[in-house]
């Protein structure tokens, strides 16, 4: 503060320029609180009397900032299954926002505000499937820093499993065989077999009899079951063929010797043959 005529006397502070602090010597600097409302901007008045009694009033508009940022996920949502990189879109609410931040181990990365992006591709791919953790996080100018929000995400890039239960492979049947296949999956969603190009749908972890029409529509012999069971995201187990056999022919004996309703001397050799 200065005044180049008569030079400066007493100073005088208010926030709103009604009430007033008393007249004081100037100094350099001048502790001061401002009025509440974090976030909106303040106006500081002071006025300076110079030794001639004259006074002239100034005014300091001031950002009031003493809260970290609030941050809102907008997605992906907590405990949701990706077999993609998930999409992250975070809007983070302070006026002095200096970065958005996200954590998958000890992996991270800055994110800009309220705007969709995928998970960075090397952090998908150093993933295995199952269970993750993101951690989101923002800081503003003045470095505070918000609460850490941590989403539990799942990696789904596989196929379901399947389990044949029943039937055994390369076994032998006189009527329809049973079937009990379980698919494991956290979105499993079908499972289904196909014999001659016919598909038949199954319940899951169910036993149920091979469906008649195809059994009677079999020639004796071999004939191969493929299973199939798929997830929500189209991830197709293919690799399953069961191999049987339809056997409903008793078997035909023809007796070579001894001939039917012949006299014997002595014990007969037998002989067979067994088709």
């Not at 009025?35 to 300076?48: A, F, L, P």
């Not at 077999?83 to 996200?102: E, K, S």
């Not at 998970?119 to 150093?126: G, M």
């Not at 016919?198 to 079951?225: C, R």
Request: proline share 4%; aromatic share 12%; with cysteine.
């Amino acid at each position: 503060m200065s005044d180049v005529s008569s030079g400066v006397q007493e100073v005088r502070y208010s926030n709103d320029s009604i009430t007033w602090t008393s007249w004081e010597p100037a100094s350099a600097s001048k502790p001061w609180v401002l009025t509440g409302g974090d976030g909106n901007s303040k106006i500081v008045y002071y006025e300076i009397k110079d030794n001639a009694g004259l006074i002239t009033r100034f005014s300091d508009t001031i950002g009031l900032d003493t809260m970290a940022p609030i941050i809102i996920i907008n997605s992906p949502f907590n405990n949701s299954y990706w077999n993609l990189q998930p999409l992250i879109n975070i809007t983070a609410l302070d006026l002095n926002l200096d970065d958005i931040w996200y954590r998958v181990g000890s992996d991270q990365r800055i994110i800009a505000n309220n705007t969709e992006e995928a998970l960075d591709i090397d952090i998908w791919n150093s993933l295995d499937n199952g269970q993750f953790e993101l951690n989101i996080w923002a800081v503003d100018n003045f470095n505070q820093i918000s609460e850490t929000k941590i989403l539990t995400l799942y990696k789904d890039t596989q196929a379901p499993q399947i389990d044949i239960n029943l039937p055994g492979n390369e076994t032998y049947w006189n009527t329809e065989p049973e079937i009990l296949i379980s698919a494991f999956d956290p979105n499993f969603e079908s499972i289904w077999y196909e014999v001659n190009g016919i598909k038949v749908m199954l319940t899951n972890g169910v036993s149920e009899s091979l469906d008649s029409s195809i059994w009677n529509g079999l020639s004796q012999g071999a004939f191969q079951i493929y299973i199939y069971s798929n997830d929500t995201f189209g991830h197709l187990n293919n690799s399953n063929i069961i191999t049987l056999f339809k056997d409903t022919i008793t078997p035909s004996i023809e007796i070579n010797s001894p001939i039917n309703d012949t006299f014997w001397s002595s014990p007969s050799g037998y002989s067979s043959i067994c088709n």
